[in-house]
């Protein structure tokens, strides 16, 4: 089974722009999830979803959206980037089911610098 | 709120020797959980995770690790740790009919030849 695939693995921005990750889960996998990593703060949930529907949402400003399309696969997108935007952008997902002990499988990454 | 703590940023290990990444959780209720590694510019890998049944818990690269539910501890071990082990490690935990998952700062494990 392919893994989780994120697109672009790379990214540069200036501050003020807007940036869209993109996240491809496991086949058949259903719920996907989306965490920031940084040095200072570690690993930070941003959101979940679970059939298209955001079912859990971390403490990140209204910057930071996110959506799921019908084939699983997900978008996450910051608005109006800020110099502490710049980070590990990790996808994850998990189970046909997402019970709470389904196992979460990332992505390789994408790295979002902004000048 | 679930919580997990990795006291130690950093253990160091000499090749051959075992090995412990030190985790432990407050939770209301049984926890789910999980240890996860992280190579240079790499996402996180699956190591073993603990839902119920026996407290050790054996996993991928040799690993294991015991589940203490008197400690609140999950920590992870190895009986003899490779130079390959050097990686960042992190503890995660999830509550019962929660969906959010919580992970610790990370251990960097460093093995010396």
């Known amino acids: 089974k392919a893994g989780v695939t994120q697109t672009p693995r790379y990214l540069i921005k200036t501050r003020g722009q807007q940036v869209t990750l993109s996240c491809s889960p496991i086949s058949g996998h259903r719920s996907v999830s989306w965490y920031q990593q940084t040095p200072g703060q570690g690993l930070q949930f941003l959101f979940e979803?679970?059939?298209?529907?955001?079912?859990n949402k971390g403490n990140f400003p209204g910057r930071f959206s996110g959506r799921q399309f019908s084939n699983s696969r997900s978008e996450m997108n910051v608005s109006t980037l800020e110099l502490g935007d710049s980070a590990l952008y990790l996808c994850?997902?998990?189970?046909?089911?997402?019970?709470?002990?389904?196992?979460?499988?990332f992505g390789p990454g994408t790295r979002l610098t902004v000048l | 709120a679930q919580s997990v703590a990795q006291p130690e940023d950093q253990v160091n290990v000499a090749e051959g020797n075992p090995l412990t990444v030190k985790c432990t959780y407050s939770v209301s209720g049984n926890p789910y959980l999980f240890w996860y590694v992280q190579y240079p510019n790499r996402g996180l890998q699956f190591l073993l995770k603990?839902?119920?049944?026996?407290?050790l818990v054996k996993g991928s690269y040799g690993f294991e690790a015991e589940f203490n539910k008197s400690q609140t501890s999950f920590h992870l071990k190895k009986p003899s740790a490779l130079v390959s082990d050097s990686a960042l490690y992190f503890c995660a935990v999830r509550e019962p009919n929660n969906n959010d998952m919580r992970f610790g700062a990370g251990t960097r494990l460093t093995v010396k030849p």
């Open positions: 603990y839902i119920t049944g026996d407290n």
């Open positions: 994850a997902s998990r189970g046909t089911r997402a019970i709470f002990t389904d196992t979460q499988y």
């Open positions: 979803y679970f059939s298209e529907t955001q079912r």
